[in-house]
């Protein structure tokens, strides 16, 4: 049989099915390699899509054959192509490292259920990216979210239910907005197909329904992705997790919120209606900007390092969400090349802050102290992991800085182009309150015998390290790809 | 033989190789120590296999790989940077040798390191020669602030942590706050950053905006120490001195009014700068930096913070005869980047010598110290009348033109700041020479007896020294290559 048409749902259902195996197959060696072949195929397949879709043009597969809009499409263009690639490759390679993070972090009879989330969350994360299908992705959306609730709670300090809890409360309202506004969509056009969604509004498009669906969704997935001042769950979230949960999350979670919007803006919306009715532009600069300047500031006062990158990350998501606000191919190319950009750097970061926290027994400011002295390479990997939040040349976060200049350079608008250096110069500050206490303090007494990094860890975290600096010098996939995606999302205008 | 594409990537490639050995030979000093020398050695011939061929009016080029459409990691060897590659990688020979004296003379802890992060910033150093365009060039500059962070900060202590924050913080915001938005906009206007004979921006932008974009690149190039992002330099200096020595005398200082000088030339243009007539304000500002930075050096009693603000003031000297726009002062300004560059290192070298055998660092310890460490202090005088300049040292050639030059463009101002600035260069370079050798040594607890610093200490000081002087006497190369960027 040839499975090379259905790749589309494979990518989906590889991992969905690995879920249910994991919990009858139990053991956890077991359930580990059904895990890592399932995340291992999803990336491969990921791969395949994004090639084939680079050379020859949009994909739409029809689930069970039904064709849209009355079935569920699958439809992969360059945009969420490029997110599957990024997804399952973070996921790649957060599985080989969970397991050895979580040998000190989760009891060992729950590991198979470690296992089973996971991959839950990846399938969640993967289908909200590939469906072409509006309440698709609600239902892809809750399977990701209730799963990576789970995986939070799993973690070994007691805070981490709580922050488990905080994100379910704050998620299932984000879920809830969310679906009360594609509610209301379909009410209006009575389909549940996205392109043909978009299509359909044309005739409606400024009626008040609409307006009010516009408002329900930017709030809902605003909360997904941690939008300021919608972050709240996030730094507890990421903070408590497993250190390969913070990992997963921290790289993949909130991209895929911000390519839902993407999504209902450009593609649903359009964004001439968008932008036109609502003061949507203005107000997502704003909420931008005080994301940048907000949370980098209180990052820089932050004790413990996980909840540090936590708060850049909110202060990240402000760039994309100002790449967007432009409107414009370049700023969109920004937003996109910043999900995957930030994505690799975050997640190599969160990897790294594991290693540490397995070494030096935390990760507070305070016992990293002379990290530099006790685990060299890890300490210049989150050196390097800095350098490109600050957006460094020759680091990927540099590319993303470059475009969000040009685009807010090319509308004239130099007192935007210094609030984004000068937000950078911020990241800088954090950044170097790590360096000096790494760097310039004395090691404590009791983090002197370091415990030796296993290669399962160090060796993905390592990729991710390298591939930041890669994507910094070689950008025709992240470039080639994002310009592509933000031309298309615009319709073709350059 | 190497081809000149080759001989340029090997220029950056032999430092890196060199810094990947040290660092696995750093359980054997002195194989490190070798490795170190015998890189400095195949840099410079590296380099002086390009030199022939510049001189003939070749102009080599490599373009190593596109980062985004016309934005190129690109290199290219035209005269200025020769020249500036030809200055750091031979007195890398020299500053090799008076670290290896130095750090063990001084038993400094993390020598490999100190190695290994210093080839590292010399790569970077011949990849700012060598870039084809402003790009690569800006790359290449955060690179070396980068890598000479851990050099400043070599002794870990509070004050050099401190010192590395003044650093970093000032250089990385200069460059991301201006630098960056000015290479923006220039790729923008443009469509191209690459470096070109007549510059890309003529009649491309108003002269109003031609200023404020020129404001943004030199202001954006902290390490060109123009007031007021000036404060770097002299909290660079708790870094070890032969640091001091090649960073912040030659490499990073010399990065900085050569990058001003190349965005001048070769961005801008100096004709389209000339016809919109708006340099006059950076001539201002350049001068005021050399009367005010001398004057703080006057005041000053530590003998590393003097040379500090020295340097401050002798590199606005490169600035100011750039904005002045006249050929002969840009003759002046790329000869001066020559002739300060193996005084001032000459200069660092003797505060450091002093310091390793007399343990002194302050001007007013220095009574008698010449009769004590004759070459050291014989050495120092023939790097302050370079300073100064006057015959016979390097240091009278480029003050020459740079007057020359000011006088044919009738620049009055930039005279009389030239003519008060030599008289304030003596004020705080005779004082010392006078000390060091008429007055005798005070009898108190600083005394000991001493005599001159460990032996490679002093080969190199004196090497650097005759360099000074050689280089009056044979000026033929660094002038024949700033004629060719003149007239190219």
């Known amino acids: 049989?040839?499975?090379?048409?259905?790749?589309?749902?494979?990518?989906?259902?590889?991992?969905?099915?690995?879920?249910?195996?994991?919990?009858?197959?139990?053991?956890?060696?077991?359930?580990?390699?059904?895990?890592?072949?399932?995340?291992?195929?999803?990336?491969?397949?990921?791969?395949?899509?994004?090639?084939?879709?680079?050379?020859?043009?949009?994909?739409?597969?029809?689930?069970?054959?039904?064709?849209?809009?009355?079935?569920?499409?699958?439809?992969?263009?360059?945009?969420?192509?490029?997110?599957?690639?990024?997804?399952?490759?973070?996921?790649?390679?957060?599985?080989?490292?969970?397991?050895?993070?979580?040998?000190?972090?989760?009891?060992?009879?729950?590991?198979?259920?470690?296992?089973?989330?996971?991959?839950?969350c990846l399938a969640g994360l993967l289908g909200i990216a590939i469906t072409g299908d509006a309440f698709n992705i609600f239902v892809f959306l809750e399977v990701s979210s209730l799963s990576a609730y789970v995986l939070i709670a799993l973690g070994r300090d007691r805070r981490a239910l709580f922050a488990a809890y905080q994100y379910l409360l704050v998620g299932s309202i984000g879920a809830t907005f969310l679906v009360i506004g594609i509610g209301l969509l379909y009410l209006m056009t009575g389909t549940l197909n996205l392109a043909d969604m978009g299509q359909r509004l044309a005739s409606v498009q400024g009626t008040r329904p609409v307006l009010a669906a516009l408002a329900f969704i930017t709030v809902g997935v605003s909360l997904k992705l941690a939008l300021f001042p919608l972050h709240q769950w996030l730094p507890n979230a990421y903070a408590f997790a497993p250190s390969a949960v913070s990992a997963f999350l921290a790289a993949t979670a909130t991209k895929v919120a911000v390519y839902v919007l993407l999504r209902f803006y450009f593609t649903v919306f359009g964004e001439s209606?968008?932008?036109?009715?609502?003061?949507?532009?203005?107000?997502?600069?704003?909420?931008?900007?005080?994301?940048?300047?907000?949370?980098?500031?209180?990052?820089?006062f932050q004790t413990d390092l996980k909840r540090l990158f936590a708060y850049s990350s909110v202060a990240q998501i402000g760039y994309i969400i100002l790449g967007l606000s432009f409107n414009s191919v370049n700023g969109l190319t920004a937003s996109i090349v910043h999900l995957f950009n930030h994505g690799i750097t975050k997640g190599a970061i969160f990897m790294l802050l594991g290693c540490v926290a397995l070494g030096m027994g935390g990760t507070t400011l305070a016992r990293v102290q002379g990290l530099g002295k006790r685990m060299p390479l890890a300490s210049f990997g989150i050196v390097v992991g800095g350098l490109s939040l600050m957006g460094v040349p020759?680091?990927?976060?540099?590319?993303?800085?470059?475009?969000?200049?040009?685009?807010?350079?090319?509308?004239?608008?130099?007192?935007?182009?210094?609030?984004?250096?000068?937000?950078?110069?911020?990241?800088?500050?954090?950044?170097?309150?790590?360096?000096?206490?790494?760097?310039?303090?004395?090691?404590?007494?009791?983090?002197?015998?370091?415990?030796?990094?296993?290669?399962?860890?160090?060796?993905?975290?390592?990729?991710?390290?390298?591939?930041i600096v890669y994507f910094g010098l070689d950008t025709s996939f992240t470039i080639g790809t994002a310009s592509d995606a933000a031309a298309a999302l615009l319709g073709g205008r350059r | 033989m190497l081809t000149p594409e080759q001989a340029i990537l090997a220029s950056m490639a032999v430092p890196l190789t060199g810094a990947l050995l040290i660092s696995l030979a750093g359980r054997m000093p002195n194989l490190r120590e070798a490795i170190t020398l015998v890189t400095a050695a195949v840099l410079l011939a590296v380099v002086l296999t390009l030199l022939p061929l510049v001189l003939a009016g070749a102009r080599p080029s490599v373009l190593l790989f596109s980062l985004l459409p016309g934005l190129n990691i690109a290199f290219q060897v035209e005269p200025l940077g020769m020249l500036f590659a030809l200055i750091a990688s031979g007195l890398w020979i020299v500053n090799s040798l008076y670290s290896i004296g130095y750090m063990r003379g001084n038993q400094e802890a993390h020598q490999t390191r100190f190695f290994v992060c210093f080839a590292l910033a010399i790569a970077a150093t011949m990849g700012i020669a060598f870039s084809g365009n402003l790009f690569t060039l800006f790359i290449f500059y955060e690179v070396l602030t980068l890598s000479t962070y851990p050099l400043v900060t070599h002794h870990g202590t509070e004050k050099a942590r401190d010192g590395g924050r003044i650093y970093l913080g000032l250089l990385l915001s200069t460059s991301t706050v201006l630098l960056l938005p000015a290479l923006v906009f220039i790729w923008f206007i443009a469509g191209t950053t690459d470096f070109t004979v007549g510059g890309i921006l003529a009649d491309k932008l108003k002269p109003g905006e031609l200023a404020l974009l020129l404001g943004l690149c030199v202001f954006g190039i902290g390490k060109a120490a123009l007031m007021p992002f000036h404060r770097w330099l002299p909290a660079a200096m708790v870094a070890p001195t032969p640091v001091s020595a090649l960073l912040h005398a030659v490499a990073v200082v010399k990065a900085g009014v050569f990058s001003v000088v190349k965005v001048m030339v070769y961005v801008f243009g100096v004709d389209t700068l000339a016809t919109a007539g708006t340099t006059n304000w950076l001539v201002a500002v350049a001068g005021f930096t050399i009367i005010a930075a001398s004057v703080v050096a006057l005041t000053a009693d530590n003998l590393k913070r003097r040379l500090a603000y020295s340097t401050i003031s002798q590199l606005s000297y490169v600035t100011m005869a750039a904005a002045l726009l006249a050929p002969l002062s840009l003759v002046g300004a790329v000869m001066h980047i020559a002739a300060h560059a193996v005084g001032k290192i000459t200069l660092f070298f003797a505060a450091g010598a002093i310091y390793t055998a007399a343990h002194k660092t302050e001007v007013s310890q220095l009574d008698g110290i010449g009769r004590r460490?004759?070459?050291?202090?014989?050495?120092?005088?023939?790097?302050?009348?370079?300073?100064?300049?006057?015959?016979?040292?390097?240091?009278?050639?480029?003050?020459?033109?740079?007057?020359?030059?000011?006088?044919?463009?009738?620049?009055?101002?930039?005279?009389?700041?030239?003519?008060?600035?030599?008289?304030?260069?003596a004020g705080y370079f005779l004082p010392i020479i006078y000390r060091a050798f008429f007055v005798a040594p005070a009898a108190d607890a600083h005394d000991h007896p001493h005599g001159e610093a460990p032996l490679l200490m002093v080969i190199a000081l004196t090497a650097t020294a005759s360099a000074t002087v050689l280089l009056f006497f044979f000026p033929d190369v660094p002038l024949a290559l700033a004629r060719q960027m003149i007239n190219p």
């Open chain 2, 373 to 425: 460490m004759p070459w050291t202090m014989g050495a120092f005088a023939i790097a302050a009348l370079s300073m100064i300049g006057l015959p016979p040292a390097a240091g009278f050639i480029s003050k020459w033109y740079m007057v020359s030059g000011a006088m044919a463009s009738q620049h009055w101002l930039a005279v009389t700041v030239i003519v008060l600035s030599t008289l304030l260069n």
């Open chain 1, 273 to 300: 209606a968008v932008f036109a009715k609502l003061p949507m532009q203005q107000m997502m600069l704003l909420m931008a900007l005080a994301g940048m300047f907000a949370a980098s500031t209180i990052a820089i």
């Open chain 1, 1 to 120: 049989m040839n499975l090379a048409p259905h790749l589309p749902a494979l990518q989906v259902v590889v991992p969905l099915i690995a879920a249910p195996l994991t919990v009858l197959l139990r053991r956890r060696s077991v359930a580990f390699g059904v895990a890592l072949v399932a995340s291992w195929l999803a990336l491969a397949i990921s791969l395949q899509l994004w090639w084939q879709v680079a050379n020859t043009g949009t994909i739409s597969y029809a689930i069970g054959s039904w064709p849209a809009p009355w079935g569920i499409e699958y439809r992969i263009d360059r945009l969420n192509s490029f997110l599957l690639v990024l997804v399952s490759g973070i996921a790649a390679l957060a599985l080989p490292f969970s397991r050895s993070s979580i040998e000190s972090e989760v009891p060992p009879q729950q590991h198979y259920l470690f296992y089973t989330m996971f991959v839950l």
């Open chain 1, 394 to 467: 020759g680091t990927a976060g540099f590319i993303s800085k470059w475009y969000l200049l040009l685009a807010a350079l090319e509308q004239g608008r130099w007192w935007l182009v210094f609030m984004i250096v000068l937000s950078s110069l911020l990241a800088a500050v954090y950044v170097w309150r790590f360096v000096e206490v790494a760097y310039f303090r004395a090691p404590r007494q009791d983090t002197a015998d370091v415990a030796a990094t296993p290669w399962l860890m160090s060796v993905p975290t390592a990729i991710l390290v390298i591939a």
